[in-house]
């Protein structure tokens, strides 16, 4: 396939992820005034909604119709036992309501996040905001957006003028929640403008993005969270780096555990 024809093919791509992506956040808008079923997976605050599992299967049902070379990672089907495989496919990264918590008790952010990658670089993500309708997209070298405008990161470098988004994860341990602890300590001491907390990390990302926020921190984020996110920063002009603050530059899926194919 020449450049130019992925090219249009990847174009393609991401103008069938937005379709899907309003379409999914549409079930979820209607999910969220519905009595909820909700289950734990790896800890007691790590909560899953058969909308979860619901919304993932509609993802990627539509996707594997139109694309059906292309290979699939959700958050839903790695939790039921599907291996996490990245190979140089084209490769759909999903997280199908990002901020469950939330969506469980209708705290209004939730988002569909819709990451795609090819020979483990990211190509594009979208995610989409399903209690407003925002929509965030970027694709490698063309820009980030919120809804169709132009988006850029923050200009500010000082911590003591910076607004900082973080998430606890599911882990509720005494040494995580003492890390935890200690990092926002260690911010509001700086002293940095305020740090947020607000149950979405694909939203979050988005606001940095925007430049609404500095930064955003998280140990234990999963590759669906971050795979469209990177994108956008990316695109926005922000950089993802790793606790070590190398930067991420290959495709997340493949620097987290990812078993790649022999
Ligand atoms: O499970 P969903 O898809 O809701 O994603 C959330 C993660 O589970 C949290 O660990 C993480 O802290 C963030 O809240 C992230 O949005
Ligand atoms: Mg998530
Ligand atoms: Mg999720």
């Known amino acids: 396939m020449t450049n130019s024809d992925s090219d249009k093919c990847w174009a393609e791509c991401l103008d069938v992820a937005v379709e899907v992506a309003r379409k999914a956040g549409k079930v979820v808008q209607e999910a969220v005034k519905q009595e909820k079923s ?32 292309h290979r699939f990672i959700g958050e839903e089907s790695s939790a039921a036992g599907e291996k996490c495989i990245l190979t140089d496919s084209p490769t759909w990264i999903i997280d199908p309501i ?16 819709i990451g795609f990658a090819v020979n483990k670089e990211l190509e594009f993500g979208v995610i989409y905001h ?4 925002t929509l965030y997209t970027a694709r490698k070298g063309h820009g980030a957006f919120c809804n169709g405008v132009r988006i850029h990161v923050s200009k500010e470098k000082d911590v003591s003028k910076a607004l900082i988004l973080t998430e606890i994860g ?4 005494q040494a995580t929640l003492n ?20 149950g979405s990390s694909t939203l979050a990302l988005c606001l940095v993005a925007t430049g609404s926020a500095e930064a955003y921190y ?45």
């Not at 007691?44 to 694309?67: C, G, K």
């Not at 990002?98 to 988002?111: E, I, K, L, R, W």
């Not at 399903?130 to 309708?133: E, L, N, P, R, S």
């Not at 999963?222 to 695109?235: F, G, S, T, Y």
């Open 179 to 198: 890390i935890f602890s200690g990092n926002i300590m260690k911010l509001l001491s700086a002293p940095a403008h305020g740090v947020r907390i607000i």
């Open 218 to 262: 998280q140990y234990g984020l999963h590759c669906w969270d971050i795979a469209a996110a990177a994108v956008i920063i990316r695109e926005a002009g922000g950089v993802v780096v790793d606790t070590s603050g190398c930067l991420v530059s290959k495709c997340p899926v493949s620097y987290w555990l990812v078993q790649e194919e022999a």
């Open 130 to 133: 399903c209690f407003d309708g």
């Open 98 to 113: 990002d901020g469950t918590c939330n969506f469980v008790h209708s705290f209004p952010m939730v988002a569909v996040s």
């Open 38 to 69: 909700v289950s734990t997976k790896s800890t007691p605050t790590d909560l899953v909604t058969e909308a979860d599992q619901q919304v993932e299967e509609l993802i990627i049902s539509t996707l594997r119709d139109r694309f059906p070379s």
């Open 170 to 173: 599911a882990k509720r341990d």
